[in-house]
């Protein structure tokens, strides 16, 4: 009898294989961020919240030419979900272009600096660009370590199913991806453009992501939210968000492990898939539920006198826990990934990253 084969020792960790291109699909509003530290006077007189994010009203007109004036001013290519592909395309690495992202610009200044900021990040950026609106702005107004954000959306609020998505071209980046992601925010422009994208992967059994992204958004727009919760296999949001949702859904808890918990088992068309629901708490523990439990995970802690600037942080975890998973890492590999890119980018002004990650 032949002696029994050596067994090969299991390497231990298999490089993992290598992602194509347009593997991840992002779509939402591109924004330039026009990022500064203002005094709590600015907050006032515009009547913002410390931490909050809100669209643009008639009121916050002067707000962006006032912040530019009386501030030092940083711009920063912007949006939620764009920062999130970028991050998720950075700790990636190569090939370049395994994120696609999708939206509306101007025919602009503002609109040229998104088109080369995308590049440069190696995004496969497909935007819309029309002539009637200019580039939207988010002004990121910073007091310590809070932000408050006050979105002019303008162009991206102009994003067009029929004269972008459902082009040939377009549409077929949309089915070479196999994960998808689509902040909150989008459903305030084009909820028949995320239903299509929906309804799509849950048919060909890909994952569908989304985040609660703003208050606003389950309170405001929770019509166009509800209908396409049925098709989202991964839920992002953070305690805020997660807090109001609950109320707006009538969950009557203010525990987030057992919001987590109510969310996961709100009705689900693709059953071959349970949905997940990961909740951000900044510095504390990261929430997520699961169809048989709910875990907690700590957050990198870093030193509280490193961090720069929090604006981007929830979108930074969103794009390394999506870096992980186009590799088919297990779910606590996606949230270390997530907690390692947010602790990057808190320690930076802006949405912004070193020139390589150091995660291994």
């Known amino acids: 009898m032949a002696a029994e084969?050596?067994?090969?020792?299991?390497?231990?960790?298999?490089?993992?294989?290598?992602?194509?291109?347009?593997?991840?699909?992002?779509?939402?509003?591109?924004?330039?961020?026009?990022?500064?530290?203002?005094?709590?006077?600015?907050?006032?007189?515009?009547?913002?919240?410390?931490?909050?994010?809100?669209?643009?009203?008639?009121?916050?007109?002067e707000l962006f030419e006032e912040l530019v004036k009386k501030f030092k001013v940083e711009y920063h290519a912007g949006g939620s979900t764009q920062n999130s592909v970028k991050v998720a395309q950075w700790m990636i690495q190569s090939p370049y272009k395994v994120a696609t992202f999708f939206g509306c610009i101007g025919t602009d200044k503002f609109g040229e600096i998104l088109k080369k900021k995308a590049e440069e990040a190696h995004v496969d950026a497909h935007y819309y660009e029309q002539s009637e609106e200019p580039t939207g702005t988010c002004a990121a107004c910073i007091t310590s370590d809070n932000r408050s954000l006050v979105a002019n959306l303008a162009a991206a609020n102009c994003y067009k199913k029929e004269k972008h998505l459902d082009l040939d071209k377009n549409w077929k980046?949309?089915?070479?991806?196999?994960?998808?992601?689509?902040?909150?925010?989008?459903?305030?422009?084009?909820?028949?453009?995320?239903?299509?994208?929906?309804?799509?992967?849950?048919?060909?059994?890909?994952?569908?992501?989304?985040?609660?992204?703003?208050?606003?958004i389950s309170q405001f727009y929770k019509e166009p939210m509800m209908k396409v919760m049925p098709y989202v296999d991964i839920l992002f949001g953070n305690e805020t968000e997660a807090a109001t949702f609950a109320r707006e859904q009538g969950f009557e808890t203010e525990d987030i492990r057992e919001i987590a918990r109510k969310a996961q088992a709100l009705p689900k068309v693709n059953l071959k898939r349970q949905r997940i629901v990961v909740f951000t708490q900044g510095k504390d523990d990261t929430i997520m539920a699961t169809d048989s439990e709910v875990r907690s995970f700590p957050v990198l802690i870093s030193d509280q006198s490193e961090i720069v600037d929090t604006n981007g942080a929830g979108d930074a975890f969103v794009g390394g826990f999506l870096s992980q998973l186009v590799y088919d890492q297990p779910l606590t590999e996606c949230i270390r990934g997530g907690h390692y890119a947010a602790s990057v980018i808190v320690k930076r002004s802006g949405c912004t990253f070193p020139e390589k990650p150091d995660f291994h």
């Not at 299991?10 to 593997?23: D, G, I, V």
């Not at 509003?29 to 909050?52: E, M, Q, R, S």
């Not at 028949?192 to 992967?201: D, H, N, R």
């Open 5 to 61: 084969e050596p067994r090969a020792k299991k390497p231990r960790l298999a490089p993992p294989t290598p992602l194509s291109e347009n593997t991840l699909f992002g779509m939402g509003n591109p924004l330039l961020d026009i990022c500064a530290v203002v005094d709590k006077d600015f907050l006032d007189k515009y009547g913002l919240k410390p931490n909050d994010q809100i669209l643009a009203e008639e009121k916050h007109k």
């Open 173 to 216: 980046l949309v089915e070479k991806a196999k994960v998808y992601y689509i902040a909150g925010f989008f459903l305030t422009v084009s909820p028949e453009s995320i239903l299509k994208v929906a309804t799509q992967a849950s048919a060909n059994n890909k994952i569908f992501t989304l985040n609660l992204s703003a208050p606003f």
